[in-house]
DNA sequence: AACATCATTCGATGATAGTCGAAGTATGCG
DNA sequence: CGCATACTTCGACTATCATCGAATGATGTT
């Protein structure tokens, strides 16, 4: 009667607005701990405690006791990707949330989604990497020209080391709070590294702000105008 | 308090056994009537068209009305990518069935998955793929290599074609029969396409399963280990 | 040792949602 | 028109699960 793997018992742990905002800040690539999570789930601590031992026993957080810390991390990339195509999905069908996203307008600027750089500075890269045929955009992956990798080599960012890697190179992630796509995969995580190594940027303590220094904005405005 | 786009909203949808029993059947890209879907979920009619209902309100699957007859389809390639994705989440974390697959061997050895080849046969040919180093395997991408090209092109498949498609080029399925990868993707998608263009197979009426003709067999032999 | 913090377990409550039988609507056929 | 098929809607039942208060366990600090 029924067949495949349980689709339904990973989607239902997911399918909980409390485990689904846990697993969206999860999604920083951060570890969180119960206490944290309980926060951005909205919940108290005994229903937050629930939800992770369901998330645990479910295989799609992993955790890792820090004294008496105990800090909860997305268990894989796989679970990662997972997210990102469900958040794909729920925001080209769901223009119902009439909310135009984060209230927090230096989150909306500029974040760190999973690992990599999303809100307003995230798309304005991306606009710039699609405009110049740096990339090339297809539905939910993207392929970077050759222009684009002399482009990427010239920011500082060996192209060759990631494709060694197992991780794939290109990858466009929907962006939830605007509605656009940014640059995800390797080498949107190279990018972001690149940003934080130049001092471009520094990531906020605890949040997944990205916050940019006077001169680092100057820099990236360059950066994608050029 | 929340944020994002209803992640739980689209994730509890899928969350249900039959909506995703449902789902999963739409996997392979017919469409399916209301009663047939109900079969395919193991629920009652009632109960059927109520979760289509939801499916249909939730934007995953869109619906067209022939006669009498209601056929239902997935929405998207999105929401196929979606599942696709929750799926490898489930295989990779799922030891839990003791069931090795579908109990059907036909459906085993072949059937379509959404739109490309999988089971026995689509793991061996994505295993010459890998082997033979004409592409290149990522976590849930791959990219073809030079000789790659060189070998489609042989088989005769325009992949210059299929480039200049909005649709990812290769992309890795795992396959929750066997546990192991094949082709996905606008790739994955004309290879099956041209086997059935070359009467190596046909599909059989109503159902995933891929028949193999004896001289399609043979030959698909000798294309995996040229 | 006593205390404070972080976290989990237990128990009770309440709400949500899946289920099906029966009746209703729509389409096709003779 | 009348009957059959395909599907949906309605109504009532049931079960599952999220939620929180209180208590317990675990760890680090004073």
Redesign the pocket.
């Known amino acids: 009667m029924k067949e495949g793997p349980d689709l339904s018992r990973i989607a239902?742990l997911v399918g909980?607005?409390?485990?689904a905002n846990m697993l969206s800040a999860l999604m920083s690539g951060a570890a969180l701990?119960?206490?944290?999570l309980a926060l951005e789930?909205?919940?108290?601590?005994?229903?937050?405690?629930?939800?992770?031992?369901?998330l645990s026993e479910g295989g799609l957080v992993k955790?890792a006791?820090q004294?008496?810390?105990?800090y909860y991390a997305l268990a894989g990339s796989e679970v990662a990707t997972m997210l990102e195509a469900i958040s794909g999905v729920a925001a080209s069908v769901g223009p119902k949330r009439a909310r135009p996203g984060p209230r927090d307008s230096a989150m909306r600027e500029a974040r760190v989604c999973y690992d990599h750089l999303a809100g307003d500075k995230g798309v304005a890269l991306f606009d710039h990497l699609t405009g110049s045929k740096l990339i090339k955009h297809a539905a939910q992956d993207a392929v970077l020209t050759p222009r684009g990798r002399a482009w990427f080599a010239e920011f500082g960012v060996d192209v060759s080391a990631l494709e060694r890697n197992r991780r794939p190179l290109c990858r466009v992630c929907l962006d939830w709070s605007v509605r656009r796509s940014h640059l995800a995969g390797a080498l949107g995580a190279a990018a972001l590294d690149r940003m934080f190594a130049l001092n471009w940027a520094r990531r906020e303590a605890d949040s997944r702000v990205v916050r940019f220094t006077p001169k680092g904005r100057a820099e990236f405005d360059r950066l994608i105008r050029a």
Do not use: C, M
Request: aromatic share 0%; hydrophobic share 30%; glycine share 14%.
């Open positions: 239902s909980d607005p409390a485990r701990t119960a206490s944290e789930g909205g919940v108290g601590l005994p229903t937050a405690s629930s939800h992770l031992a369901k955790v006791s004294g008496r810390h105990r």
